[in-house]
């Protein structure tokens, strides 16, 4: 059966702090869009290619010396633009749908807002590495630093803890990510909109699925 298309396909990236549910939302859209006989291409950043992969590794796990705040920008950047050209572009040409687990905005909120790393120069990084092509659709799902530790220590009992570097930084840090997501909504309120992640998932994804479907008709 040939697949449903949309012209210039549908870009739709999620952020929000660490255990806010993007994953979660991620999948009940997907399944959504699916049996509506779309194509969607559910990625993740970094990540997303096998290149990408590669780049993950070293951003998440890397602890044999301590990363610069600089290298750290540029591998998100280096990651972005393989997976924007190698895949996201890709699947929006054949006029499909992209989710996509964190985006441009988690470099603004965690490399410019809690790094403090130069504005300017992050925009430049955006633009070289998109190609023109914003996200059409972005939800940065909303939860407190406290939900936030409350989720990631009830998923540990449940796995083994994960070595990650980022999610390792101090509650300033995160509370300074937070602060950068909510920033970055007010300053782009007709792409970016802030979910109230503190409800039952079925209850989040009526909402998230109530903005896709009146981005596509
Ligand atoms: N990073 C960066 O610094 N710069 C960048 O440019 C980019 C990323 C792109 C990648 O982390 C790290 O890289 C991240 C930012 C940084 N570091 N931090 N901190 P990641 O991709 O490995 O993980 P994550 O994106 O931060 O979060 P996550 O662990 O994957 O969580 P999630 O996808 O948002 O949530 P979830 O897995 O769907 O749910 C988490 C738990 O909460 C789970 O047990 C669920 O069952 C539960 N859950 C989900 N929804 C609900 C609701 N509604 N109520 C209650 N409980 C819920």
Redesign the pocket.
């Known amino acids: 059966m040939p697949k449903k298309t949309i012209e210039n396909g549908l870009f739709v990236t999620f952020e929000?702090p660490?255990?806010?549910?993007?994953?979660?939302q991620i999948k009940m859209l997907a399944e959504r869009l699916t049996e509506q006989e779309y194509e969607v291409v559910v990625t993740?950043?970094?990540g997303g290619t096998i290149l990408g992969e590669e780049i993950r590794k070293l951003?998440?796990e890397f602890r044999e010396e301590d990363i610069a705040d600089e290298a750290e920008l540029l591998l998100?950047g280096a990651s972005r633009a393989q997976h924007m050209r190698r895949k996201i572009l890709p699947c929006l040409k054949r006029g499909g749908i992209v989710l996509c687990?964190?985006?441009v905005d988690?470099?603004t909120a965690?490399?410019g807002y809690a790094r403090k790393l130069d504005f300017g120069f992050i925009q430049n990084l955006h633009a070289f590495s998109l190609c023109g092509r914003w996200p059409d659709l972005t939800f940065v799902?909303d939860i407190d630093v406290d939900t936030s530790y409350q989720?990631?220590s009830?998923?540990y009992q449940n796995s083994a803890p994960v070595n990650?570097r980022?999610?390792a930084e101090s509650r300033a840090f995160h509370t300074a990510v937070r602060e950068g997501f909510l920033d970055i909504a007010k300053k782009n309120p007709g792409r970016v909109k802030v979910i109230d992640?503190n409800?039952?998932?079925e209850i989040?994804a009526a909402d998230l699925w109530w903005e896709v479907y009146h981005a596509i008709v």
Do not use: C, N, V
């Not at 660490?18 to 979660?24: A, F, I």
């Open positions: 929000g660490e255990g806010s549910g993007k994953s979660t993740r950043e970094p951003l998440i998100f687990d964190r985006f988690s470099t965690y490399q799902l989720r990631m009830k998923r990650d980022i999610e992640a409800r039952l998932p989040i």
